[in-house]
C-alpha cells in the first residue's frame, strides 16, 4: 500500500506544478482514496474478529452441552 500512497503522492506534487488549478480537488481525491483504503483495512480486520467470536461462541456451546 506504502507504494501506492507514494505513486498517488507524487501524482498530486506533479498535478499541482503542472496544473494550478484544481488541485484543491486533486488533494480531496487523494484524502477519499487514502480514507477508503483505511476502511478497507478496518472492515478486514473487524471481520476476522467476528470470526473468531463466531468460533469462541460454537465452542462454548459445545463446551456447556
Not at 507504494?3 to 498535478?15: H, N, S, T
Not at 494550478?20 to 482514496?33: E, Y
Request: glycine letters at 4%; proline letters at 0%.
Amino acid at each position: 500500500f506504502l507504494r501506492f500512497f507514494q505513486a498517488v503522492g507524487q501524482w498530486v506534487l506533479d498535478a499541482v506544478e503542472t496544473a494550478g488549478r484544481g488541485v484543491l480537488m486533486l488533494w480531496q481525491i487523494f484524502r477519499s482514496l487514502h480514507h477508503c483504503w483505511k476502511l478497507r483495512r478496518e472492515i478486514a480486520s473487524l471481520r476476522e474478529e467476528n470470526d473468531l467470536l463466531k468460533k469462541a461462541a460454537i465452542y462454548f456451546a459445545k463446551a456447556s452441552r
